[in-house]
């Protein structure tokens, strides 16, 4: 079986191979000039003006090809699972359905089960091995932008906690990668035609990634909540917004800093427990000077609401995530093998 | 011949309606507030505040759920050509070569050249009015953050210039040549290797690398750049930066300021008197802790050091829109040629 599947697999291996020799090229090349600007701006040894160091690293990066490869390491990580599932996973059933070589390949010695076994855990461990590897050197390569990142505005999207980062680090794309090949085998098992297989597993595979992203990543842990006095002179944001020619109302953001964390919400909120939306009074209205607004604010003892995943859960988050997508992919697995098994001929 | 190329198309363009509309929904649900935040920020009407009006707009976005889908859309600009390439573009002849159904396509009344070419253009047109609708909706949605850009004047953050990559090649009409060029050439490898997968695999390794290497080498250089020389003031400058970690003496690097809103700098260099690009040494005005900040800048000014610019201006954006536009559709045209003399001269 092992061999049979080499045989089968030799040109997706070789395009494996192939890309991740590319990759370790590229990054193997421009990593060391990231590292000795994070070493000479001082940063390893930083204590008070870090935010102010971490600012200037980073804009001085995000410009330059350092910054077009960041962004590139991010879409790279994302496009790998997705073209496992759709490239390994997808014909693997599938094109032995449709040109009628499982009439050979499921009258053997070997039986069904061994056969599908077989083969799912040989391809599911190169998937595994490509993903890991790729999210290993991409990982290594941006390890000081990462930490550049943490020290500064906890509302990024480039953290390495904040979803968009967050699934192309670690060892989430693990978890990807094999769910997607599972998702994609799968797929060809129940459709039965290559093609459509593949666009399938494309779709589902995209719209599991955002689904979970958006509504399960934030509660993998249950959040830390925290409540601090509003301070208007501190404020991220103090926006008075009309929707028409209807009333006035107030959005505000105060100020919460703590580096690397993931801010899930960040709400104010009236004594009465309610959100604090206005309206604004006349002296945030008027012309006045933006001070009179604040000491209005102030007065009226609001609060700051915050829900966060602290930077030090990056990697129980990691293995939470990397566990649900494994559990999914095992039940796909076991899913398309007892398929297999009933098919008649 | 438009029948049959409908009938054979029919999943794949309720796919790509259907995608568009979850894209339109998506987009009309976040537009308004996207306009809203621009109001309320003064920008429609604003006179001489405009510049940190649009800087605050801009910021304010950072952060949000409105600055992903910024991001999403620009992706989904350059994913769109490339789906279509594979899945459109790669199994069209070469799912007729792999089953044997070529031998009943080809040996019909209609003759082969004219059943490939029809086939080419209904598929490429409907290719091409599907990239072309998804740029005209995101265009729409972005147009408060393209509006703020240009208002915000020298503060504009150069994120959102749409003269340089990404951002060029995933608006106006450059994605339609993108999407004409991917399609001819997922036909023109289905055509040579004859095979589903393997053509649908090298189209996207293709597709990819000539997306890479055009705004690296071509796109620069599609209307020669303006070259510009300015005296360098080291009291704006945008980077001086001493680096003292090597052995001999300290050697410096410094960027000019260059406030030319919008543009697309390919190359900032600050030269000496003589010609060559200034690495230093650096004095002890540059150095010393002791000294301030403005000791050095005063002895750089000193220097009469040159700033070397070359840039794309802003205002040539459509010119270098129709020019990519123009080289991608040669492209695909002479694929699309390609592909018409090798299923003509295939024998059986």
Request: glycine share 8%; net charge positive.
């Amino acid at each position: 079986m092992v061999w049979l599947t080499w045989r089968q697999f030799r040109w997706q291996a070789g395009a494996a191979a192939a890309l991740l020799a590319v990759v370790a090229i590229v990054l193997g090349v421009t990593g060391p000039g990231l590292v000795t600007r994070y070493d000479q701006i001082g940063l390893p040894s930083c204590h008070t003006a870090c935010t102010a160091l971490a600012s200037q690293y980073i804009n001085e990066l995000e410009f330059t090809t350092y910054g077009k490869l960041f962004y590139a390491g991010l879409v790279v990580m994302y496009l790998v699972p997705a073209l496992i599932g759709i490239f390994w996973g997808a014909p693997l059933i599938s094109r032995e359905l449709e040109t009628g070589t499982f009439r050979l390949a499921w009258n053997q010695s070997v039986t069904r089960t061994r056969w599908t076994l077989g083969k799912l855990s040989l391809i599911g461990l190169a998937s595994v091995a490509t993903a890991g590897l790729l999210s290993l050197a991409i990982s290594w390569w941006a390890s000081p932008i990462d930490h550049a990142l943490s020290y500064g505005q906890s509302g990024s999207h480039f953290l390495r906690l904040s979803p968009l980062v967050f699934g192309a680090r670690g060892v989430a794309p693990l978890g990807y990668a094999v769910f997607a090949f599972a998702l994609g085998v799968t797929a060809g098992v129940l459709i039965r035609r290559a093609v459509p297989a593949m666009a399938v597993t494309l779709v589902v595979f995209a719209a599991v990634q955002i689904l979970m992203a958006t509504l399960v990543q934030p509660h993998l842990i249950p959040p830390v909540q925290t409540t601090a006095p509003f301070n208007a002179s501190t404020a991220n944001e103090v926006v008075i917004t009309s929707s028409g020619s209807g009333p006035l109302t107030m959005i505000l953001k105060g100020n919460f800093s703590m580096p690397g964390a993931w801010i899930l919400s960040n709400q104010t909120i009236a004594p009465s427990g309610r959100v604090f939306d206005g309206p604004p009074g006349r002296a945030c209205t008027a012309n006045l000077p933006q001070q009179d607004c604040n000491n209005w604010l102030n007065s009226l003892h609001l609060r700051q609401l915050i829900s966060y995943q602290p930077a030090s859960r990056f990697w129980p988050l990691q293995f939470a995530e990397t566990g649900v997508y494994l559990v999914l992919a095992a039940g796909l697995g076991a899913l398309c093998t007892w398929q297999i098994r009933r098919r008649r001929a | 011949m438009i029948w049959l190329s409908w009938r054979q198309f029919r999943v794949q363009a309720v796919v790509a309606g259907a995608a568009l509309v979850v894209v339109a929904i998506a987009l009309l649900a976040t537009g308004p507030h996207l306009a809203s935040l621009f109001d309320s920020n003064g920008l429609p009407t604003c006179r001489t505040t405009c510049s940190a009006d649009a800087s605050n707009f801009i910021n304010q976005l950072k952060g949000s759920a409105t600055e992903l889908i910024f991001y999403g859309s620009t992706f989904l600009l350059y994913a769109v050509p490339g789906l279509i390439g594979i899945f459109w573009g790669a199994p069209l002849v070469a799912r007729e070569l792999e089953s044997g159904t070529f031998r009943l396509a080809w040996n019909q009344s209609v003759p082969r050249a004219r059943w490939i070419a029809v086939k080419l253009g209904l598929v490429g047109l409907a290719a091409m009015a599907t990239t072309g609708l998804l740029s005209l909706m995101t265009s729409w949605w972005a147009s408060p953050i393209y509006h703020a850009a240009q208002k915000a004047g020298p503060n504009s953050l150069s994120i959102v210039d749409k003269i340089a990559p990404p951002l060029f090649g995933a608006t106006g009409i450059a994605p339609v040549g993108y999407a004409a060029f991917a399609f001819a050439l997922g036909v023109t490898a289905g055509v040579l290797i004859r095979r589903t997968i393997p053509a649908m695999a090298v189209t996207l390794v293709i597709f990819a690398a000539v997306q890479v290497v055009m705004p690296l080498l071509i796109q620069p250089h599609l209307i020669p750049p303006v070259q510009l020389t300015a005296p360098f003031n080291a009291n704006t400058a945008n980077e001086i930066m001493v680096d003292s970690r090597g052995s001999g003496p300290p050697t410096m690097t410094v960027v000019g300021n260059l406030s030319k809103p919008g543009a697309w700098t390919l190359s900032n260099q600050t030269i000496t008197p003589s010609g060559k690009v200034f690495a230093g040494p650096a004095a002890s005005a540059c150095t010393s802790n002791s000294a301030p900040p403005q000791a050095c800048n005063n002895w750089l000014n000193t220097l009469h050091l040159r700033q070397l610019i070359s840039y794309q201006p802003a205002s040539r954006y459509w010119p270098m829109q129709w020019l990519e536009l123009a080289i991608y559709l040669v492209l695909a045209a002479s694929l699309s040629l390609l592909c018409i003399w090798q299923v003509r001269r295939r024998r059986g």
